[in-house]
């Protein structure tokens, strides 16, 4: 699996080097002074190349729950910024990653998700064994043709509380280290022993980045949100190298619109400050964990194209609370709110990604205190971007 080189060396029409450093001085002050991206960084087809081979390649980025895939020959499909990929449980029980994508000529494996025995590409009935090993190729007797070099291309995965995290040529280090003080944070959660109960998947006419940058401020909820979760207050909990996550304190949590009542049952075990707290940890590079008394959500953005994303909203809760009788109605609330607020969120989304590409250059005021999370995004994420060549 390959990524485009994004060697940063395009050159803007007005003369000024894209990726020069100098241009981003800017964003890289205190969060008192700097300011904010400037609008290429969400419109420029160089940019967003040099994102999915320097951050996305280079990442680990969260895919879905271990649990999605609980028995051995069970698959899914799923979409990263680096294509579709299938996670596959193996008859020895692990979970791996590969490129979704046929040794032959290319042809996707795989949709959606299932169970098999073996994987046979719909093209010409290539086979791959559970462990991706290429077990047939019908009719090829091709001089020299050893099967054993044609197996599935494997990806490096991880799993960090029930979470799978995969790359191209990920970090050393891996979820366990980069998010243990977050870990720790939310241990009486068990994340690690929930389910996964639901899965969306929409197109969004705007940056992926737009969508992570509005996912980790609470201020523009009293403007946005005005008509469904109205303002929301957020101080800073915990910062680690690859992650920084906001606690919102509210009594009865941030699972459902005002006025309805959160049904679904308080985390067994949970701590007295976990209660009444609601976390909102940005994973870098595109997801947002959320986690409230009763249940975990995630939301990931991922490029998709000049201009867009996808965002994934997943959903996850004990297993107790999942094997409940009236689960659905119990669930019901949480999505109605999810919902509200995902469309308020899409509609200034995809207006500011129209208003930058039609007007450009305007994107690069202050922040606000509440936006700490916005500067440190955007100064990771510079790290990587602006970083030598190696
Ligand atoms: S492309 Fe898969 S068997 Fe030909
Ligand atoms: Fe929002």
């Not at 290539?126 to 044609?150: E, Q, S, V």
């Not at 790359?167 to 994340?191: C, K, N, V, Y």
């Not at 659905?328 to 500011?352: C, G």
């Not at 606000?368 to 990771?380: C, D, G, K, Q, T």
Request: aromatic content about 8%.
């Amino acid at each position: 699996m390959s990524v485009p080189n994004g060697t940063p060396n395009r050159t803007m029409a007005d003369g000024a080097v894209l990726f020069d450093p100098a241009r981003f001085a800017p964003v890289r002050g205190p969060l008192g002074r700097a300011r904010g991206l400037p609008a290429d960084c969400y419109t420029d087809p160089a940019f967003r190349a040099a994102e999915l081979h320097r951050v996305f390649a280079a990442s680990w980025n969260l895919v879905g729950r271990a649990d999605e895939v609980p028995s051995p020959g069970d698959y899914r499909a799923v979409h990263t910024a680096f294509g579709s990929i299938l996670l596959l449980r193996g008859e020895d029980g692990a979970v791996r990653a590969f490129a979704n994508t046929c040794r032959h000529r290319g042809t996707r494996l795989a949709e959606g998700a299932g169970n098999v025995a073996s994987l046979v590409c719909p093209h010409h009935g290539w086979t791959y064994g559970l462990d991706g090993r290429l077990t047939a190729a019908p009719g090829i007797a091709a001089r020299g043709f050893t099967p054993r070099d044609y197996g599935l291309t494997a990806l490096p995965i991880a799993i960090w509380q029930g979470f799978l995290f995969v790359g191209i040529e990920p970090s050393a280090e891996g979820p366990e280290a980069a998010f243990q003080d977050l870990a720790t944070l939310l241990a009486s959660h068990r994340l690690d022993e929930m389910v996964c109960v639901h899965r969306v998947e929409r197109r969004v006419a705007c940056d992926w980045k737009i969508a992570l940058e509005n996912g980790v401020e609470d201020y523009h909820t009293a403007t946005v949100h005005a008509g469904s979760i109205g303002l929301q207050r957020h101080r800073l909990a915990s910062l680690g190298p690859a992650y920084g996550a906001m606690v919102m304190e509210r009594a009865g949590g941030i699972g459902t619109l005002p006025g309805e009542a959160a049904g679904l049952p308080v985390i067994p075990g949970l701590s007295a400050p976990a209660r009444r707290a609601s976390y909102f940890a940005a994973l870098f590079p595109s997801t947002i964990l959320n986690c409230t008394r009763d249940s975990a959500w995630w939301l990931s953005a991922l490029p998709d194209g000049p201009g867009a994303c996808r965002i994934v909203l997943g959903a996850c809760v004990p297993a107790t609370s999942a094997a409940a009788p009236d689960f659905d109605t119990r669930i019901a609330p949480y999505l109605r709110r999810w919902n509200a607020a995902l469309e308020e969120d899409v509609a200034i989304m995809e207006s500011r990604q129209a208003n930058l590409m039609a007007n450009g250059g305007s994107a690069a005021g202050p922040f606000a205190p509440s936006e700490i999370l916005v500067h440190r995004f955007a100064n990771w994420l510079l790290d990587r971007i602006l970083a030598p060549s190696p």
